[in-house]
């Protein structure tokens, strides 16, 4: 392509909402232009970044056995009634009416529309397994679209979905694009880690998230650097320490004391003069309305998701005051588990431990010296806190690490979340009708654009991966006005053009500074040079964007060296 035929409004300027580097360098490398909130054009650079990318996710789903197809866009509401999600989904579902008055919605996600194109065609094991999926628009009516095409409104995802007959079918199906997904990732040119992430009711590790590593991301991962455990901080777990039975010898008289106003664990540790760690903070949920207390060690905080999956309840939420006094006795800041009238769940930060400090179930009032057996039933304990920086693995035992990632692909075993209700059935060896057995599989593909500019960018610009650059070389001949140079520059670019190289030909009657600048701007891995003084030898030189290094070849070979370095620098799976 002749640059001065492109459309390629390359700038200095970012808009005042572009927070991040790729976000900014996105708008300067005039790949993308905003349409209105979390709404975007792609131009013709952004669009062929774009295209390479769904071309790898395109050829390892084929490899990996799934099958394209396309599903609309607008879906029907009864659809999403079969499911349940009509009522469930919250307000990220854009939904209408069309002029027949029958209600609609623009699709999030298509678990609905391919659990029914497969209920209505699959009857049978033998039509099993199978592995469906398109690369198709999305929308989601995110409440704060940012970071440009990180997290918009409408967007680009690939989304797989598997059929099996049964569990075992299903993990390997899960298997298959697990490893699918590594190769994309790795043909993309990406530093990533999968992380267990978070697989709600059912259980096991049988989600995990792609987050590619970056300071940027909104994903916070822990990980272990020595037996490789890596999860999203928000299901990250912690082992269960060794109890030891309590030395009842050491037990202190359980004293009442007064404690006017004094509510928080802070206000608790100033006036009786303790740590936070010798408190026992009770806090208590309504799980499906019914309540739950939770103990907790005063300097450390719950993760409700761990609550939640491990209640097995659909709604997690804090107690209001009414349910609070009902089953304490008492208002907030009071609340302890002596005498509690709710089923009682411990941390295990709480275990081992003696004369507690806890809420006495009576306003104005703490308890001092509290002991599990002695004041109150042991209670059942798990893992119920939110990680921190510092605490064991809990697979090796190795201090863990705190590194934060951008989520770009999420694989998710749905088991018969979808096919139970909406009967997607079929009839096993034995002729028995059973629901099929499903996962899900997405990749963002304007968010993987995103994430690979964060890590791979400098103070010039973009630095594309060869796999993913929009043109592999750009020709540069420092004057075109001096024939010579321009019909050398010609020559590069015609014997790369043969050699199925995609190549900018850069014919602006510019000075070389402000080109060089384009280029390295908007990324292009391998820029020729074409200036009087290699000429006169009969050479020109190769300049590598990401190291600067440069390679002086002859003229009449450099396009067969491009074509070599281009191979070469191509990300092997
Ligand atoms: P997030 O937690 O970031 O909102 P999600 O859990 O909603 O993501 P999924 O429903 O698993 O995401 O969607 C699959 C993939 O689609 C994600 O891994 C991500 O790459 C992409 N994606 C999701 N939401 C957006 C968005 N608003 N803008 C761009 N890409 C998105
Ligand atoms: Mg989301």
């Known amino acids: 392509m002749r640059y001065s035929r492109m459309f390629l409004p390359t700038g200095r300027e970012v808009p005042s909402d572009a927070e991040v580097v790729s976000h900014q360098l996105m708008i300067r490398a005039g790949m993308i232009r905003k349409l209105t909130s979390g709404i975007y054009n792609y ?48 307000k990220e579902l854009l939904r209408f009416r069309d002029r027949r008055d029958s209600e609609c919605c623009l699709g999030p996600t ?16 033998r039509q ?20 440009g095409v990180m997290r918009c409104r409408e967007f680009a995802m690939k989304d797989a979905y598997s059929f099996d007959a049964d569990e075992e079918g299903a993990e390997a199906s899960y298997r298959k694009m697990f490893e699918a997904y590594e190769r994309i990732f790795t043909r993309c040119g990406l530093r990533f880690r999968a992380v267990e992430a978070d697989s709600g009711s059912i259980g096991g590790s049988f989600s995990h998230e ?32 060794e109890e030891t039975p309590l030395d009842e010898g050491a037990f202190l008289p359980l ?51 761990k609550v939640k999956n491990f209640l097995g309840c659909d709604v997690l939420e804090m107690a209001m005051d009414d349910m609070i006094v009902q089953v304490a006795g008492s208002p907030r800041g009071f609340v302890g588990p002596i005498g509690i009238s709710c089923p009682v769940y411990a941390d295990y930060s709480v275990m081992n431990r003696l004369n507690m400090v806890a809420g006495a179930n009576r306003e104005d009032y ?48 749905l088991g018969t979340k979808y096919s139970a209700p909406m009967k997607a059935h079929f009839l096993d060896r034995d002729g028995k009708e059973r ?30 991966p060869m ?61 020729v040079t074409v200036g009087p003084k290699r000429l006169a030898e009969g050479k020109v030189e190769i300049r590598e964007r990401r190291t600067g290094a440069v390679t002086v070849v002859e003229i009449d070979k450099a396009a067969d060296e491009l074509a070599r370095m281009i191979n070469e620098a191509m990300p092997v799976t």
């Not at 659990?115 to 065609?121: G, K």
């Not at 099929?436 to 594309?464: F, K, L, P, S």
Request: contains cysteine; glycine residues 6%.
């Open 43 to 90: 131009l013709p650079l952004g669009y062929r970044v774009v295209r390479k990318v769904e071309q790898i996710i395109r050829e390892e789903m084929n490899r990996a056995g799934a099958q394209e197809l396309f599903m609309p866009m607008v879906q029907p509401a009864d659809l999403w009634r079969e499911s349940g999600r009509w009522s469930l989904y919250g």
């Open 110 to 125: 298509h678990e609905e529309v391919i659990t029914d194109i497969v209920r209505n065609e699959v009857k049978s094991y």
């Open 128 to 147: 099993l397994p199978l592995n469906l999926y398109q690369i198709q628009i999305k929308f989601r009516d995110e409440i704060r679209p940012r970071f």
């Open 210 to 241: 792609f987050l590619v590593i970056a300071d940027s991301g909104e994903d916070a991962m822990v990980f272990c650097e020595r037996c490789g455990y890596a999860a999203n901080l928000e299901k990250a777990e912690i082992a269960r320490p």
């Open 255 to 305: 004293e009442e004391v007064h404690t006017p106003e004094v509510r928080t664990i802070e206000e608790v540790c100033a006036f009786l003069s303790v740590r936070p760690q010798d408190v026992i903070k009770t806090l208590v949920f309504s799980a499906d309305g019914k309540p739950a207390a939770v103990l907790i060690r005063g300097d450390e905080e719950v993760n409700e998701i």
């Open 366 to 413: 703490h308890v001092k010296n509290v002991n599990f057996g002695r004041d109150f039933p042991k209670p059942v304990f798990a893992d119920l806190r939110a990680v921190r920086e510092g605490d064991s693995c809990p697979r090796c035992g190795k201090e863990i690490r705190f590194a934060r990632g951008i989520e770009v692909g999420h694989v998710f075993k």
């Open 435 to 464: 629901p099929m057995v499903m996962g899900c599989y997405g990749i963002g593909v304007g968010r993987t654009v995103a994430a690979c500019i964060e890590q791979n960018h400098d103070r010039d610009g973009i630095i594309w």
């Open 467 to 527: 796999s993913i650059a929009p043109y592999q070389v750009i020709v540069t001949p420092v004057n075109v006005n001096e024939a010579p140079l321009r019909e050398a520059a010609e020559k590069v670019y015609e014997a790369l053009a043969e050699r199925g190289v995609e190549a900018i030909l850069d014919d602006r009657d510019e000075r070389a500074g402000v080109k060089f600048k384009d280029a390295d701007l908007i990324g292009i891995p391998l820029r």
